[in-house]
């Protein structure tokens, strides 16, 4: 009876409905997934008639060419551009805007520092939902409308950011920038020479989650866009959708679904990798 | 080559004062080491040699010029840090060339002055590899020769040797001694190791709250402590402090005398119960109660008699050892 | 907690702050400030002119049946989306930490769904439960049940639940195993050898050590249905039917840019940005304590 006291030992029926839970879960997260891969495998009528088939079919190809050579209002290939576009440029001008200021709030001593800080941490509290119709209007009157600067500017401040920056700069030894001024480094010089590749894991696990937030972006490309040619593919998905009573063109729609998981999903598989260099980083 | 000297040197941080106007004349290839207790200002004192703090008030000179408002890098010193402070991410030889780089040397002099460095430091086999592939005495080293290759005219080390293993350390200290020998730079070495104090200074300088107690050659500071502070920081184990009411004798203050001075005599001077002592081998500390309560001690010589724990012995020495402070703890 | 060592200048370092202090200023500062402003007036019928009307558009609102009902489901949307999503997190995760090998495996298995967009979740639900070609749809009449999300509130709120929290499981589940796998092995096996079996482990052991961790996802979460699920609602149930799925975030959009109420809009988004206010010093109050542990 003692072994079955649990953590220490787990054997028997237990350790199996221990596996069976997960897979369980495995299956719930896995499920939708799957029914949109295999949609986009097969053809109209075969999802028009219920119940659909649940193992693939031989359309793949036919869907995925249509879907980015044509789709429906615009080429999927066009919109998987402007997605990259917004979520690289989001990701990079967040990280760079965060890296410069939060080594200046660091580093030095300058009047209005205390005010700065407070001004980035109040941007926390006001996400974009919030301040949708005034924002969409500066967008417009700077002519921003359908356009990558519009896609990606309104976003790009990032309270989040600085902190984490901020954060890690604490952390690096004071005696390295003493070491650097004795070495003779001016301060841009020590931000480029030691600061900026200290910080590559920092900055490359950031890339990830913003690489993410900005792909992933969906009510600001769907006021700043109107021109399909400009829609970026998550925003876009929802595009396809007829207005009226019409059949959706379910595996076409099906294969941009899965084309829009797919970037953001192989960027976080590489998140794994680069959470484990991180470990090893700090552990030397 | 440089001479460095110190006038009445102030800190405060806000209102708080924390050195109270120090005076340092180190002549040129001088080995100065300030040893004190930690809080005692020797650190900051380091660091406004180094221009890493300003000066509140005084003036600090190096090779006759003032250097008050002059930046690190241009003072003409160098600096090796207590955790080392190697950039982790460039190699060995980045590490060391990183301060010629920016000084703009033509790069055949920096491969030249970095490799005779690493010749000097042992350590031509690690010159590709990053700090932290390294022990913890060849990034020590790597932190030296950083030191070294700039060729300053004033070396600062700032606890370098606190983060090694002893054995490591006694090996380092040795090395540093030598090297700043054969180099022959005038070097300022702050540690709160009396040891490292004693066997690396040409004078040492003992700081307390801020204040510089006693400037002098090592020895002469160990014979001749200039305030009971000194007395009791230098030397180990520490120096017995008595009233002097306890010895018969009339004033105020202090009576210190060394383990070294207090023999186990018929007769003597004092009475104590022996508490528990200390075989180290070579020799034996000797713990023991004296009559209001306090703990003294007592170094016999290995082979020389150790008194029973609880037994009543009476303690003696010559009375010119004695060290006699007055009620502010200056030598009377 | 300040640096011991900073350089000098004054120049430099605004100079360094200038980009965000500007994005921050065009983008953050004056459309909330417009926003507010925008709150305290109406717009002519034409547009052409605006009329004060102080705190008007205020107390209109709040006496909106509509906007209340919206306050409403947002609070019901956000308790339940946390829930679920967080109570099947945490059963995944304590299984995943019963395992001695493999939890690694399950691991990269379960965190993926991190990266698909809410609004492509969004889409993949509503195509399992369309109402004309949904597996499941179809699946559940032949059950006998009639699914139809687009006529039935309650089953519209349960079908942008379901996928809100489908999305969110991987970082809650992330963040759960991190927070047992901090749990010391060692008290864990003193409780076992104290005669403490697996549920009662976990009931006095276990999940008030996880509490710091469960109650940041707590925040977190809220956070999240307020205003990263908008694009969930816009997928699938477009706010219907008859407003059951209109959180307040989605009422923003809906009166600003389709109803294009701009005062309305505005004194909505100044009760939104009340409302982060609240829960961003909440999250903050929180990790100051978490540090502190």
Redesign the interface.
């Known amino acids: 009876m003692a072994q079955q006291?649990?953590?220490?030992e787990?054997r028997g029926a237990g350790h199996w409905l221990?596996?069976a839970?997960?897979i369980l879960?495995?299956l719930?997260?896995?499920?939708?997934?799957w029914?949109?891969f295999v949609?986009s495998t097969v053809t109209q009528p075969e999802?028009?008639r219920?119940?659909?088939p649940?193992l693939p079919g031989g359309h793949l190809w036919q869907n995925y060419s249509k879907a980015l050579t044509s789709g429906i209002n615009a080429p999927v290939a066009l919109m998987l551009f402007n997605s990259a576009v917004m979520a690289i440029g989001i990701a990079v001008g967040k990280i760079?805007?965060?890296l410069?200021?939060a080594?200046?709030?660091?580093?030095?001593?300058?009047?209005?520092?205390h005010l700065?800080f407070w001004?980035?941490f109040?941007?926390?509290?006001?996400?974009v939902?919030?301040?949708?119709?005034?924002?969409?209007?500066?967008?417009a009157n700077f002519g921003m409308l359908n356009s990558y600067g519009g896609l990606i500017?309104?976003l790009?401040?990032s309270a989040t950011a600085?902190f984490l920056f901020r954060q890690f700069?604490?952390t690096v030894p004071?005696e390295l920038?003493?070491a650097a001024?004795v070495d003779g480094a001016q301060?841009?010089r020590?931000f480029v020479d030691i600061l900026l590749p200290m910080s590559r894991t920092n900055i490359a696990a950031l890339f990830v989650i913003l690489f993410?937030y900005g792909?992933?972006q969906?009510?600001w490309p769907?006021?700043i866009t109107t021109d399909p040619s400009m829609n970026t593919i998550?925003?876009g998905?929802?595009q396809m959708f007829p207005s009226g009573d019409d059949?959706a063109d379910?595996p076409v729609?099906?294969a941009t679904?899965i084309l829009?998981?797919i970037p953001?999903?192989l960027?976080?598989?590489g998140m794994?990798k680069l959470f484990i260099r991180g470990l090893v980083e700090s552990e030397k | 080559m440089a001479s460095l000297t110190l006038e009445n040197v102030r800190k405060s941080f806000g209102p708080t004062e924390v050195i109270h106007g120090v005076d340092i004349d180190v002549k040129d290839g001088e080995f100065i080491v300030i040893v004190g207790p930690s809080g005692c200002g020797k650190s900051t004192l380091l660091r406004m040699v180094a221009g890493?703090e300003t000066v509140t008030s005084g003036t600090v000179s190096i090779d006759g010029r003032v250097v008050n408002g002059v930046e690190p890098m241009d003072r003409d010193i160098a600096m090796v840090f207590q955790n080392y402070a190697l950039y982790p991410h460039m190699s060995v030889f980045d590490n060391m060339a990183y301060g010629l780089k920016i000084a703009k040397t033509p790069k055949p002099e920096i491969e030249a002055r970095v490799a005779q460095a690493a010749k000097m430091l042992q350590l031509e086999p690690y010159l590709q590899r990053r700090p932290r592939e390294l022990s913890g005495g060849q990034r020590q080293r790597v932190a030296m020769g950083r030191a070294i290759v700039r060729k300053p005219a004033v070396f600062l080390f700032d606890e370098p040797l606190s983060n090694l293993d002893a054995k490591l350390r006694v090996q380092m200290r040795l090395e540093i001694k030598t090297l700043q020998r054969d180099l022959g730079v005038t070097s300022l070495y702050v540690t709160h190791d009396q040891v490292e104090a004693m066997t690396l200074a040409d004078r040492m300088i003992v700081m307390n709250g801020g204040v510089a107690d006693q400037i002098g050659a090592p020895l002469e500071v160990y014979a001749n402590p200039q305030t009971a502070f000194v007395a009791g920081f230098i030397g180990s184990p520490p120096t017995n402090f008595l009233a002097p009411a306890m010895l018969g004798q009339s004033g105020d203050g202090q009576i210190g005398i060394r383990p070294e001075h207090v023999r186990l005599a018929p007769s003597g001077q004092l009475t104590a119960r022996a508490a528990y002592s200390e075989a180290l081998g070579a020799e034996t500390l000797v713990h023991l109660r004296g009559p209001n309560g306090g703990l003294l001690t007592v170094r016999q010589d290995a082979g020389e008699p150790i008194p029973e724990e609880g037994a009543e012995v009476s303690l003696d020495w010559d009375v010119d050892r004695e060290m006699r402070f007055g009620p502010d703890g200056r030598r009377a | 907690?300040e640096?011991?060592?900073?350089?000098k200048?004054?120049w430099?370092?605004?100079l360094?702050?200038l980009?965000?202090?500007v994005?921050?200023a065009?983008?953050?500062?004056?459309?909330?400030g417009?926003?507010v402003w925008?709150s305290l007036f109406i717009p002519d019928p034409f547009g052409l002119s605006m009329q004060w009307v102080g705190l008007g558009n205020f107390e209109y609102l709040l006496s909106d049946p509509y906007y209340r009902a919206s306050f409403v489901t947002t609070a019901v949307f956000s308790v339940l989306v946390t829930v679920v999503s967080m109570g099947?997190a945490l059963?995944?995760a304590v299984?995943?930490d019963?395992?001695?090998k493999g939890s690694g495996a399950?691991r990269?298995?379960?965190?993926?769904?991190?990266?698909?967009?809410?609004?492509?979740?969004g889409?993949?639900?509503m195509?399992?439960f369309n109402t004309?070609?949904?597996?499941v749809?179809?699946?559940l009449g032949q059950l006998g049940y009639d699914w139809n999300h687009v006529l039935n509130g309650t089953e519209a709120m349960g079908l942008v639940v379901v996928a809100s929290a489908?999305g969110r499981?991987?970082y809650n589940f992330l963040f759960f195993l991190a927070g047992l796998q901090a749990i010391p092995?060692s008290v864990?096996?003193a409780a076992?050898i104290d005669?403490a079996?697996?549920w009662t482990?976990f009931r006095t052991i276990v999940w008030p050590l996880l509490s710091p961790t469960t109650f940041f996802l707590l925040v977190v979460n809220i956070i999240y249905a307020f205003?990263e699920t908008?694009?969930v609602i816009?997928?699938i149930t477009a706010g219907g039917p008859q407003q059951s799925t209109t959180i307040l975030?989605y009422k923003?959009?809906a009166d600003?840019?389709v109803g294009q109420d701009?005062g309305s809009?505005?004194a909505q988004?100044v009760i939104?940005?009340v409302v982060?206010?609240i829960l961003?010093i909440v999250q903050f109050k929180f990790v100051e304590r978490r540090v502190h542990y």
């Open positions: 006291n649990g953590m220490v787990k221990t596996h839970g997960l879960g495995v719930f997260i896995f499920f939708p997934i029914l949109a949609a999802i028009a219920p119940p659909m649940l760079a805007i965060s410069l200021s080594f200046a709030i660091v580093y030095f001593r300058f009047p209005g520092r700065f001004l980035i109040l941007t926390l509290m006001l996400p939902e919030v301040r949708i119709v005034p924002t969409y209007e500066v967008a500017l309104p790009v401040a600085t700069f604490m004071d920038a003493e001024r301060p841009m020590f993410i792909w992933n969906y009510l769907l006021l998550v925003m998905i929802k059949l379910w729609i099906m679904s829009a998981m953001p999903v960027v976080v598989i794994q | 890493l | 907690m640096k011991r060592v900073t350089f200048g004054v430099l370092p605004l360094l702050v980009p965000q202090l994005i921050t065009v983008f953050f500062f004056y459309p909330a417009q926003a925008q099947v059963v995944l299984l995943a019963r395992l001695i399950y990269t298995l379960l965190i993926w769904p991190y990266a698909v967009a809410p609004a492509v979740a889409v993949l639900w195509f399992m004309r070609v949904g597996v749809t179809w699946y489908w499981i991987s092995r864990i096996e076992a005669g079996r697996f482990r205003f908008f694009g816009h997928t975030v923003v959009y600003g840019f701009l809009s505005a988004s939104l940005l982060v206010s961003t």
